[in-house]
Nanobody, 123 residues
Framework: QLQLVESGGGLVQAGGSLRLSCAAS????????MGWFRQAPGKEREFVAS????????NYADSVKGRFTISRDNAKNTVYLQMNSLKPADTAVYYC????????????????WGQGTQVTVSS
């Protein structure tokens, strides 16, 4: 069992930055691929970024590549999403998720989810 709690969301102007954090409970955090997803009002949930168990491998959605950076600290049981050059189109609820097996960009492959944190980017 893994419990995930996101933090760091908020309101920011276009071009600004935010850093999201996701703290995980449990001693097996390093056994999970971690991912960030987002869901905007009226839209389906979409993949943002993922990071492998050891932190070496990463995947990014084309829409955030070059602007967002995912990282993890297994000693702190935490995964981060550094978001730079934010755009109004990035406005969404951001969720972190953990995948026991694999290194997927598909939300249905993930086993545990946080409650989400709101990110709002004003123009």
């Amino acid at each position: 069992q893994l419990q995930l709690v996101e933090s760091g969301g908020g309101l920011v102007q276009a071009g600004g930055s935010l850093r999201l954090s996701c703290a995980a409970s449990g001693r097996t955090f390093s056994s999970y691929t971690m991912g960030w997803f987002r869901q905007a009002p009226g839209k389906e949930r979409e993949f943002v970024a993922s990071i492998s168990r050891g932190g070496v491998g990463t995947n990014y959605a084309d829409s955030v590549k070059g602007r967002f950076t995912i990282s993890r600290d297994n000693a702190k049981n935490t995964v981060y999403l550094q978001m730079n050059s934010l755009k109004p189109a990035d406005t969404a609820v951001y969720y972190c998720a953990a995948e026991r097996n694999g290194f997927s960009i598909v939300g249905e492959e993930y086993d545990y989810w946080g409650q989400g944190t709101q990110v709002t980017v004003s123009s």
